[in-house]
């Protein structure tokens, strides 16, 4: 018998997209040529995100993770890691992203950039855990290393990235390629160890965030291919072998060890109990977390219709972003009624159409299938069916499930360029064309990330225009004490949608800063007309009324704030002014005390507290609040002539009275 025959009987039939296992290389992954794709990929990273070191914290969440966030602020610390694990801040519960923002804080300090930093490294990381991960399941080096190009430079990923709010995306995706690697290598090598890894590793990307809860459904997608470990259909022969695209030559011998007979479904159930279980476990926790945050809105709002259609249409917005990322903005605002019939009809044909393609090739090509399944899949948490805010999508939501769709594009583009013959060297042109485009965009995008102005005035004019945009555009120019350029997008929020109570609370703060007290007035009426327990307008409204000398409906509006807030030092503090210009001396020095009791730096109240017992000849207490109030403030000259001419009132008094 011809042994080269009896070889060839013996290899099994191959569907594209099979990858023969090279064996040999001792050196592993870590060959040169692999370590100069690992650099040059985080060269073009670094091309696009470095100049985040010089970004500024934004004005959306970003003060609820750092700026405003003493938790963070102080570091890390025994009682602030056990704030970590108990808060739900947000409406969410993800300890390591608290915790990491903490390591940040005690590095940084109040350096915006260097929390960007630690963005763009983590970042950085998981392009080289993708090129690692899809280099060691497929044994394809070059299309795994532009898988890993587009996932770096992709401009839809700059929200994951160049937004420290986001820590959360990029540390919750680099435990959670950590534990697909590790998978992996329990896969080709059966070393239970790699399994249990790989499960603590899922539990620490869920600790950073739930949205790779649909992680043990990609498990399941690559034990059929390219792992080999499901075999629900017998591949078709192929004459393309798998060299469609460059095979690795640096293998682990170790990691290789031959054909190994591929367990059946039920085993490949049963080894993913735990991962279903967390993911089970934290689907919940992000579900009551949400809901105690108030952020899931009721079907009431959005029935579950409409929720379903909305995600159709979505699934194609993506896919339309993914080609052709323009328009990007931070906040993309939910149709609701308005979705078009047309969107959704053919958003529903182009998604049946692309699912049965790649069904009918799942012998022969099962990358369509599997990368299809992955996009879809995964995305299935950010969809809207529970509807979080009152966005339709968001491009963060994209960082891992485009992965399924880069893997079907550079494969099926592999497969193409063999059947058109085209040349290795005009292969490798096209995707270095393409990266370098996508950068390019994506270096765009991402300085517009720069600072809340930059980044809001972007939406505005590139997305469709928001009361939410506006408004927060508007916040941006207040921040930066550029009071008269927020007027006029928060004027053209309230005209867009009058009842849009943070437009009329900003501009009602606006006015009010310009003294325009009965105007503010109203737009702080417009805004308790929709929200009456936000005791902030209330405030703001009675500190108008005070200075319009409107001093009954302010003391209700005071009184309103002490309602909502009890211990509220402020509303304290204009009741005890108000009282005393209504000459109801001891409810002023009553309400004085009690905002003293609240909040100590509070001293214009001593001197209200001075001003009644004066005017109520009560000379000795007033000197000595006058005292106290000189010991705490040596530099204040005025309480000392006050304190001055009181004790010569005294001593006049005092000469008056004496026979």
């Known amino acids: 018998m011809n042994p080269a025959a009896a070889t060839t009987s013996r290899e099994p039939e191959r569907s594209e997209g099979t990858i023969a296992l090279p064996r040999g290389d001792s050196r592993g992954f870590f060959n040169r040529r692999n370590l100069i794709l690992c650099g040059l990929l985080v060269a073009a990273t670094l091309c696009v995100y470095v100049q985040v070191r010089g970004f500024q914290f934004i004005i959306v969440d970003d003060d609820i993770y750092v700026e405003d966030n003493e938790h963070v602020r102080d570091g890390i610390s025994p009682a602030n890691l056990r704030w970590a694990f108990t808060t739900l801040r947000d409406g969410n519960w993800f300890p390591l992203t608290w915790i990491s923002l903490m390591v940040d804080a005690s590095a940084y300090g109040t350096w915006a950039g260097g929390y960007h930093i630690t963005n763009l490294i983590l970042h950085a990381a998981n392009v080289l855990l993708v090129f690692a991960t899809f280099s060691k399941m497929t044994r394809n080096v070059l299309p795994s290393a532009l898988v890993a190009a587009l996932f770096a430079i992709h401009p839809l990923h700059v929200q994951s990235v160049a937004w420290v709010a986001e820590r959360k995306d990029v540390l919750s995706m680099f435990f959670g390629l950590c534990a697909l690697y590790a998978y992996v290598c329990y896969a080709q090598n059966g070393r239970a160890r790699g399994l249990l890894v790989s499960v603590l590793l899922f539990l620490c990307s869920l600790c950073a965030k739930q949205t790779l809860v649909t992680l043990p459904f990609v498990l399941l997608l690559i034990d059929y291919w390219p792992l080999g470990r499901l075999r629900l259909w017998r591949p078709l022969p192929s004459a393309e072998d798998s060299a469609v695209v460059e095979t690795t030559q640096a293998a682990d011998s170790h990691d290789a060890p031959g054909p190994v007979r591929a367990p059946g479904l039920k085993s490949l159930l049963v080894e993913k109990i735990p991962f279903f279980v967390l993911s089970a476990v934290f689907c919940v926790v992000a579900t009551v977390a949400q809901s105690r945050a108030k952020y899931v809105l009721s079907l009431e709002m959005i029935p579950f219709g409409t929720r379903i259609l909305n995600a159709v249409v979505v699934y194609w917005l993506y896919l339309q972003k993914a080609l052709f990322p323009v328009g990007l903005v931070i906040y993309y605002p939910h149709p609701g009624s308005r979705l078009g019939q047309g969107d959704v009809a053919f958003a529903l044909v182009f998604l049946l159409g692309v699912t049965t393609l790649a069904v009918a090739n799942i012998r022969k090509r099962p990358y369509l299938l599997i990368g299809w399944l992955w996009y879809l899949g995964t995305l299935v948490p950010m969809i809207g069916l529970v509807q979080i805010g009152g966005q339709q999508m968001a491009d963060r939501y994209t960082y891992f499930p485009l992965l399924g769709c880069y893997l079907v594009v550079v494969w099926l583009g592999a497969s193409l360029a063999k059947r058109l013959e085209w040349r290795p060297l005009a292969l490798r042109s096209i995707a270095a064309a393409v990266v370098i485009i996508y950068g390019s965009v994506a270096f765009v995008q991402a300085s517009y990330w720069h600072d809340s102005i930059s980044l809001l005035r972007h939406a505005v004019v590139a997305g469709e225009e928001t009361p939410y945009c506006l408004t927060m555009l508007g916040w941006s120019y207040v921040n930066a004490k550029r009071f008269r350029e927020a007027v006029r997008p928060v004027r053209r929020a309230i005209e867009l949608n009058p009842d849009f109570e943070p437009a009329q609370f900003l501009l009602g703060c606006v006015l009010q ?62 009741l005890a002014d108000l009282s005393l210009q209504l000459h109801k001396y001891d409810e002023a020095i009553a309400h004085a005390r009690r905002a003293l009791e609240l909040d100590p730096s509070q001293t214009q109240c001593r001197q209200f507290i001075v001003v009644a017992l004066r005017d109520q000849g009560r000379l000795d207490e007033a000197i000595e609040q006058l005292r106290q109030l000189v010991a705490a403030a040596p530099d204040d000259s005025a309480s000392q002539r006050e304190l001055q001419r009181l004790l010569a009132q005294r001593a006049s008094k005092s000469t008056t009275a004496s026979p």
């Open 513 to 574: 800063k310009d003294s325009k007290f009965d105007e503010a007035a109203e737009h702080f009426r417009a805004a308790l007309a929709t929200d009456d327990e936000k005791a902030v307008a209330h405030l703001n409204l009675g500190t108008c009324l005070l200075a319009l000398r409107d001093y009954g409906h302010a003391r209700w509006e005071f009184e309103r704030v002490v309602e909502l807030e009890p211990d509220n030092a402020r509303a304290q503090s204009y």
